[in-house]
């Protein structure tokens, strides 16, 4: 059964720095175009970032670009999101997303980020 497992989430200060790491079991990881959201207490659900299934095609949103990196390694199922500079405006569930070209849509069970001094 296919299923995405986020982890590396936490409590960290204004400016500083979190890799999030999502694994991916049960799929073809490398059909997949892979994707971090995020959902702050009392807002919707937001795209943060996503990635094509080679690699490239990189897309982030404004407030994330020249802070966040997405990237995949596809040896080892697993897609990142290195966080600098982080804002308390980021504190959020992070949840990690695997589409199918074909439209078969994964969702991980997410993982706490927290930016707080």
């Known amino acids: 059964q296919a299923q995405l497992v986020e982890s590396g989430g936490g409590l960290v200060q204004p400016g500083g720095s979190l890799r999030l790491s999502c694994a991916a079991s049960?799929?073809?990881?490398?059909?997949?175009?892979m994707s971090w959201h995020r959902q702050a207490p009392g807002k919707e659900r937001e795209l943060v970032a996503d990635?094509?299934?080679?690699?490239?095609?990189?897309n982030y949103v404004d407030f994330v670009k020249g802070r966040f990196t997405i990237s995949r390694d596809n040896a080892k199922n697993t897609v990142y999101l290195q966080m600098d500079s982080l804002k308390p405006e980021d504190t959020a569930v992070y949840y990690c997303?695997?589409?199918?070209?074909?439209?078969?849509?994964?969702w991980g069970q997410g993982t706490q980020v927290t930016v707080s001094s």
């Open positions: 997303k695997a589409r199918h070209l074909w439209g078969i849509v994964y």
């Open positions: 049960g799929l073809t990881f490398s059909s997949y175009t």
């Open positions: 990635i094509g299934p080679a690699g490239g095609n990189i």
